[in-house]
T-cell receptor, first 114, second 109 residues
Framework: EADIYQTPRYLVIGTGKKITLECSQT?????MYWYQQDPGMELHLIHY???????EKGDLSSESTVSRIRTEHFPLTLESARPSHTSQYLC?????????????FGNGTRLTVT | KNEVEQSPQNLTAQEGEFITINCSYS?????LHWLQQHPGGGIVSLFM???GKKKHGRLIATINIQEKHSSLHITASHPRDSAVYIC???????????FGKGTKLSVKP
């Protein structure tokens, strides 16, 4: 059973719309991540967070923004969706430091921008 | 050259065969992760290891820190093992993960 939840699972939206992809985890993990993955390709880190009020851009440049107001919640927002944003977006979390834990992934959001 | 290299890129096996997927890395790490991604897209963490060997059911993961190499073995493979297997390494307790490109495994009945 998933301890990290993403909604929506699928989203089809028109160009120019603002969208927010939701991600929540119930494990109290400090570190959270957003990855982008095109079909058959590897994961690319677009944002991460060390904890509340901490957000950083990842290795892949992205027009999206994130926030971390609560430990369990790490939403990703696209202010104006474009067809180039069509992809799968995967949220993940883990506990770092002395209680280092494996990475837990959500089921992903498949975004299509028409 | 990628910091994490996996081989083979693609692997087809017959049901029941013993399978080995390899991962080599070129950086100092605090842990190595093996992940499984099914065609539906969900990713599951199989192992996190920093030394030695771990076993879970038919899956075995080993790591050799001196040689910077890890292997994932699947014994008595089954069609439900068909998935992409991803190796990733973390650098330091706070470090982000560096991913390999994955190995696509297809097990035929």
């Amino acid at each position: 059973e998933a301890d990290i939840y993403q909604t929506p699972r699928y989203l089809v939206i028109g160009t120019g719309k603002k969208i927010t992809l939701e991600c929540s985890q119930t494990m109290g993990h400090d570190k959270m991540y957003w990855y982008q993955q095109d079909p058959g390709m590897e994961l690319h880190l677009i944002h991460y967070s060390y904890g509340v009020n901490s957000t950083e851009k990842g290795d892949l440049s992205s027009e999206s923004t994130v926030s971390r107001i609560r430990t369990e919640h790490f939403p990703l927002t696209l202010e104006s969706a474009r067809p180039s944003h069509t992809s799968q977006y995967l949220c993940a979390s883990r506990q770092t430091g002395t209680n280092n834990s494996p990475l837990h992934f959500g089921n992903g959001t498949r975004l299509t921008v028409t | 050259k990628n910091e994490v290299e996996q081989s083979p890129q693609n692997l087809t096996a017959q049901e029941g065969e013993f399978i080995t997927i390899n991962c080599s890395y070129s950086v100092g790490i605090s842990a190595l992760h093996w992940l499984q991604q099914h065609p539906g897209g969900g990713i599951v963490s199989l192992f996190m290891l920093s030394s030695g060997k771990k076993k879970h059911g038919r899956l075995i993961a080993t790591i050799n820190i001196q040689e910077k190499h890890s292997s994932l073995h699947i014994t008595a493979s089954h069609p439900r093992d068909s998935a992409v297997y991803i190796c990733a390494v973390s650098r330091g307790s706070q470090g982000n993960l560096i991913f390999g490109k994955g190995t696509k495994l297809s097990v035929k009945p």
